[in-house]
């Protein structure tokens, strides 16, 4: 059961350059989030889908793009990437219609910006 | 603004004792709270939630406390055992219905000495 898969697993980019990170999740869930994660800061919300076709910011949207490509899948891109994004990103996904339900977490994408 | 606060960057416990993790929130729209574990280069688990209208959940060896007067949760692991060793993250939700936005603490680091 792969749950929430990202890919890819670490990459290094120039400043400058553009970069889409894929999430999928084959847990059949409604909502998938992108969080990125700093030192001493916990994991802050980029984006989040609640369902297909729609994507709403969450806290730190600025500097990055998202799309819902279908149910399964649904990746964050960096258009122009700076130093400021090097981080370790999450993608997650969450059954809806039942109440109290948990993010569930893929194993982080980890991303240095020279 | 730090809107879920974890104090205590890094904790080290006995094999067999009681770890205590602590969390502040501020926001009082905040009713639903879960606690995540987080191994290195792995995304975070979902470990137990509680909703505002309780003041306990238990789960095993975990149990979660909610002092909604002081805006204070703990998550109580007996006994430790080496393998809780991790990051552990306390996160919020305005919704008791859905948790589509979580607000996440900085976490705490857990040591278990064997």
């Known amino acids: 059961n792969a749950g929430v898969t990202q890919t890819p697993k670490f990459q290094v980019l120039k400043t400058g350059q553009s970069m889409t990170l894929q999430c999928a999740q084959d847990?059949?869930?409604?909502?998938m989030y992108w969080y990125r994660q700093d030192p001493g800061m916990g994991l802050r919300l980029i984006y989040y889908?609640?369902?297909?076709?729609?994507?709403d910011k969450g806290e730190v949207p600025n500097g990055y793009n998202v799309s819902r490509l279908n149910k399964r899948e649904f990746s964050l891109r960096l258009e122009s990437a700076a130093p400021s994004q090097t981080s370790v990103y999450f993608c997650?996904?969450?059954?809806?219609?039942?109440?109290?339900?948990?993010?569930?977490f893929g194993d982080g994408t980890r991303l240095s910006i020279l | 603004d730090q809107q879920v606060k974890q104090n205590s960057p890094s904790l080290s416990v006995q094999e067999g004792r009681i770890s205590i993790l602590n969390c502040d929130y501020t926001?009082?729209?905040?009713?639903?709270f879960l606690w995540y574990k987080k191994y290195p280069a792995e995304g975070p688990t979902f470990l137990i939630s509680?909703?505002?209208?309780?003041d306990k959940n238990e789960d095993g060896r975990f149990t979660v406390f909610l002092n909604k007067s002081a805006k204070h949760l703990s998550l109580h692991i007996v006994p430790s055992q080496p393998g809780d060793s991790a990051v552990y993250f306390c996160?919020?939700?305005?919704?008791?219905?859905?948790?589509?936005?979580?607000?996440f603490g900085t976490g705490t680091r857990l040591t278990i000495i064997p």
């Open positions: 997650a996904s969450r059954a809806q219609g039942f109440s109290n339900q948990p993010q569930h």
């Open positions: 926001n009082s729209m905040f009713d639903y």
């Open positions: 847990m059949n869930h409604n909502s």
């Open positions: 996160a919020a939700s305005p919704s008791r219905v859905g948790n589509e936005k979580l607000t």
């Open positions: 509680i909703s505002s209208i309780k």
């Open positions: 889908s609640a369902s297909e076709g729609t994507t």
